[in-house]
């Protein structure tokens, strides 16, 4: 069947080379008959996804780069919120953690990227390390300065809550080497600790400052106290008057003279403790070498000094035993019970303490109080003050033990109890002196007798003398049982003394 002579035919699309130029150039061609008139080439196709793929790829990059990115692993949640709560909360992730330049920031993403492939395959640590570098500190636009303006007051909090301010110059620190070692930003200023970011660790301070020094009667630190921080300028309120430490200081009154035990610790470095980050030998066998320790740990690489180190403490009253600070009037004036007096008074209260234990005599058996194996601390029978209040203020003051002690506990059966006691124990302490009395003069007359006897009986009256003393200074009544023991023995031995040396 023939066609119709006015029938109209369709035209063939047109040839690539009849499209524009710019829609061959973009992959484009015409879709006739379709609702959406253009479509892609192949080549379009391609074209399109470089271009979405490289606008993503930039988009993700630019993304990577945000803190809220750096969460997104669940093992840098605690630094994130160290750093949101920290000064350099403004600050992106990477501007500290990226040296300037771009050569740094790609190098950094690569860092960044297998730490992220790290986390994806189950491979990583529960605690990341990452560098902070002195060229990112002093970048343009923030501590660039910080070397010509080093120096800064910082305001710290004492442990009694009063303010004291440190003078701190950046200058030496960081272009001079200190005790021999040359110094990073992060050196001082930690990347984490216990929830900050950035800040300085008064540890690190203490540990640089204090280590190897002598400490108490003659202190030694690294620059001396005034070179951190002055004495309080104000007037400090004691009992006895108001008290200005500048008529002392400008007098030569050194500061331990008063604070002797300020410092506690000695930062020493466990061996063992290098085991937690290294697991091969010949690395722990270089555990002695400390300039080499410290180009590694400090100089090359950050890690944090109380990694290492046992802390070492500074304040008013790190040196005192636990327990010993009591404030008397108001927080300016601490009194010590302890911990300034053990540096002139070495053992204080140790025959009291040792009779109480049963412990110490000699001749005796070890035999501890009943009241000692119960529990019972000093302060249960030492109850009653033995100075009013005002002059307490003054002279100090000492709590005695009195029967109402013992009535307290034990009830009426008890009352007279403490004045037997002492009554028993000074009628055996007097016999026990006039016993060792009796054998001091004896010994006055053993020249003749063998060597090995005079060294015998010499013994006797050492040990004597030992139990007597034990009961006096110690106070025989911290342990009536252990106590008369311990005389007997002495009379014995007194005793013994005497027949032997008698013609």
């Known amino acids: 069947m023939e066609p119709q002579e006015n029938q109209p035919t369709a035209s063939p699309p047109p040839a690539a080379s009849q499209r524009p130029k710019w829609q061959r150039v973009l ?3 015409r879709r006739h008959g379709k609702r959406i008139p253009l479509g892609l080439t192949l080549w379009g196709m391609v074209l399109f996804g470089a271009v979405f793929g490289v606008i993503g790829s930039i988009g993700f990059a630019e993304y990577s780069m945000q803190p809220d990115f750096c969460r997104s692993c669940h093992i840098m949640e605690p630094y994130y919120q160290a750093w949101h709560t920290s000064n350099h909360k403004d600050v ?23 730490q992220a492939v790290k986390y994806i395959t189950h491979t990583y640590g529960s605690k990341p390390h990452a560098e ?22 910082w305001d710290v909090k004492s442990s009694r809550g009063d303010t004291i301010t440190i003078r701190f110059d950046h200058t030496p620190h960081l272009t001079q080497d200190r005790r021999g070692k040359q110094l990073r930003c992060v050196s ?16 690190t301070c203490f540990l640089c400052h204090f280590k190897g020094f002598k400490h108490g009667r003659d202190d030694q630190t690294l620059g001396g106290c005034r070179a951190c921080h002055d004495a309080p300028k104000e007037k400090i309120r004691l009992s006895t008057g108001l ?29 063992q403790g290098c085991w937690t980050c290294h697991n091969q030998p010949v690395q722990i066998a270089r555990y002695s070498e400390t300039s080499f320790m410290h180009q590694a740990h400090v100089n090359e690489h950050k890690v944090e000094c109380s990694s290492c180190h046992i802390q070492i403490t500074h304040s008013l009253t790190a040196g005192a035993p636990a327990g010993a600070e009591r404030v008397i009037g108001n927080a300016n004036q ?31 058996s070890d035999s501890p109080s009943v009241m000692f194996r119960t529990q019972v601390d000093c302060i249960a029978c030492h109850d009653f003050p033995e100075h009013a209040g005002d002059i307490a ?16 506990c034990h009830g009426e059966q008890y009352n007279d109890k403490l004045a037997e006691w002492k009554v028993a124990i000074d009628k055996d302490l007097a016999d026990a002196q006039a016993a060792a009395k009796r054998a001091a003069e004896s010994l006055k007359h053993i020249d003749a007798l063998p060597a090995p006897k005079q060294l015998q009986l010499r013994q006797l009256f050492d040990d004597a003398r030992h139990n007597i003393e034990l009961v006096r200074i110690g106070r025989g009544v911290h342990n009536m049982t252990y106590a008369t023991a311990l005389l007997h023995v002495a009379i014995d031995n007194c005793e013994k003394i005497v027949t032997q040396t008698t013609p």
């Open 243 to 271: 008290f200005n430490h500048a008529d002392f200081i400008n007098r030569g009154v050194t500061c331990q003279n008063c604070h002797s035990d300020a410092i506690s610790g000695d930062g020493a470095v466990p061996r």
């Open 132 to 153: 902070v570098h002195d060229a990112a500190c002093m970048r343009d636009g923030c501590h660039e300065r910080r070397l010509l303006e080093g120096k800064v007051n």
């Open 188 to 203: 001082c200023h930690s990347q984490i600790v216990q929830g900050q970011h950035i800040v300085v660790t008064l540890d």
């Open 334 to 364: 601490v009194v010590m019970q302890a911990g300034s007096c053990a540096q002139c008074h070495e053992q204080l209260h140790s025959g009291s303490l040792d009779l109480y234990r049963g412990t110490g005599g000699r001749g005796v």
């Open 27 to 29: 992959g484009i061609r």
């Open 92 to 114: 992106p992730c990477v501007k500290c953690h990226f040296d300037p330049g771009v050569g740094n920031t790609l190098y950094g993403k690569f860092q960044a990227s297998s």
């Open 393 to 408: 203020l003054v002279s100090g003051q000492t709590f005695r033990a009195a029967q109402a002690a013992c009535t307290k």
